[in-house]
């Protein structure tokens, strides 16, 4: 009983304390808060490309249509090494094999006719103006399912850094425009929260440039975005 009445007199003591320092917290504005929401965004150029390239390969057997799937994702796997794609660079995604069937004219009956397998590769390319020679060799080598490709930053930090201070740049010259209007001058800073940021990435480009002698795929990398929104708090005078 002593214990549990030491323990209401201390929660109880410490409620004024709180309170007086939540009140001190709100008094120490003497001016206008003013809140402000500002986005900083920088462009650059992407310079890293993804795509999901694979083989799909269809046969009577189940047997048979793996093992042509597999020579077939060999020789891609080959093509990549070949254009100086790393190991790292290269991860399979997905294998599939499914039975494939034929539905009769009235849509009804279905008859197994074969086996149908699929290899799947995520790759990345550091190199993008290469990335068009290499989709060509994949599709030469037997690739004949492409994803993509969808274009970004490898190392984005520093261009997050430069939206953030433009972010705050921004912020700091809303104010002084509302403080103008106002008749009052920006104080201090009072607080500032970053909400979110990342990238807006263009559409990716894919097109067939005319040569004299074949068509080769032609990637336009185009800018990215990143954009960084904070919110600040400032009191004006």
């Not at 599709?139 to 939206?163: F, R, T």
């Amino acid at each position: 009983m002593l214990r549990t009445l030491m323990l209401g007199t201390a929660i109880a003591l410490a409620l004024p304390v709180a309170a007086s320092a939540q009140t001190q917290t709100m008094n120490a504005i003497s001016g206008t808060r003013l809140d402000i929401v500002a986005t900083g965004e920088v462009t650059r150029v992407p310079d890293i490309a993804r795509i999901n390239a694979g083989v799909v390969t269809t046969a009577p057997t189940a047997t048979e249509a793996i093992a042509q799937n597999a020579r077939q994702m060999a020789s891609v796997r080959q093509a990549l090494r070949q254009a100086g794609i790393a190991d790292r660079d290269i991860q399979t995604s997905s294998i599939n094999l499914y039975p494939d069937y034929r539905q009769d004219e009235r849509g009804t009956n279905p008859r197994l006719i074969g086996y149908r397998a699929s290899n799947e590769v995520s790759i990345r390319f550091r190199d993008i103006a290469a990335t068009g020679k290499i989709l060509d060799a994949l599709v030469a080598q037997g690739a004949n399912q492409i994803n993509g490709p969808s274009l970004g930053l490898d190392k984005p930090e520093e261009a997050l850094d430069e939206a953030r201070v433009e972010a705050l740049r921004i912020a700091r010259a809303r104010a002084e425009i509302y403080a103008r209007a106002a008749g009052k001058r920006v104080g201090r800073m009072l607080w500032i929260s970053e909400s979110g940021g990342g990238y807006q990435p263009p559409m990716p480009m894919m097109r067939m440039q005319a040569a004299e002698r074949d068509a080769s795929t032609s990637i336009e990398p185009g800018e990215q975005s990143v954009s960084v929104t904070l919110m600040v708090g400032f009191e004006l005078e």
